[in-house]
């Protein structure tokens, strides 16, 4: 006599090895360990940060893994030590996918810059599947307003766009550019405009004006057609342009539309230099940052504001099954704008 133990079974996408296709594959539920909670996946968006995963360019990666950082469900199971959850509770998880709490950042309260820093997709298996876990301190509640599918992109591209803005130092009423119409620039545009700034969209070629007065652009300026960099100087100068096209030239050749002070906040992935000449930063006392993404608390704040605001991704939904086919549309460069897998 026998006993059968039926196990609960679930659906993943996931990467065997650097370059590997997309695999459809069936795994066990897992079970959350201590101050782990169990995430029943409802939708996660595909970033341009996957391909770390995918190609396997992050170092020390280990396979199979599971990618996605920009996750929305609901609390389904809590491991042990975990009290600010609830089982039902809507929650999301983006890049920051926890921290240690004990390293020198995290003891100055930089969570952000933690040391130990764990990335879901990356780190440990994110949310390409039906059921995740994430350590309890990277989870964010997601507003009652927002949808699975429209919270997703926003904990990642999102809080990349509004928090990187809302540090810049520009004012309501100053001029503020953002370069690049995508998965990045198109949440950029929305939030400058709800944060007062005038804003220039800057994009390549003439039929992207239009989507980007609708996005809450003031002014258009096409890179492709005129001199950018020029366009910005005779509207003032800008006192941020938010770079989010991968594009380290566009990048360069914009840092002489920047105004006395203005900034160049680099959000857009590139692995080629920026250049500059260092009197081309010295008059005006102008300069370049990066920005990664922020802290839960930090990602709480966007979703609030999106849900205050307005601001909304624009998305393209397919089915979990569709992976491979998904993520090829976001490499294309084609989605309007972010694409977003559903459980
Ligand atoms: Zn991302
Ligand atoms: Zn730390």
Redesign the pocket.
Known sequence: MGTTVAIAAMKTAEILGPGADFQIAEREIPKPGAREVRIKVQACGI????ALTKDGTWPGIRYPRVPG??VAGIVDELGTGVSEWQPGQRVGVG?HGGHDGTCLACRRGDFRNCENLKIPGISYDGGYQQYMLAPAEALVAIPAALSDVEAAPLL??GI?TYNSLRHSGALPGDLVAVQGIGGLGHLGIQFANKFGYRVAAVGRGAENADLANRLGANVYIDSKGTNAAAELRKLGGARVILATAPNARSMSELIDGLGPNGKLIVVGVDFSPIEVTPGLLISGSRSIQGWATGSPADTEDTLRFAELSGVRPMIETYPLERAGEAYARMLSGDAQFRVVLTM
């Open positions: 970033c341009h940060s996957d950082h920009e890049w990642c591209a990349t």
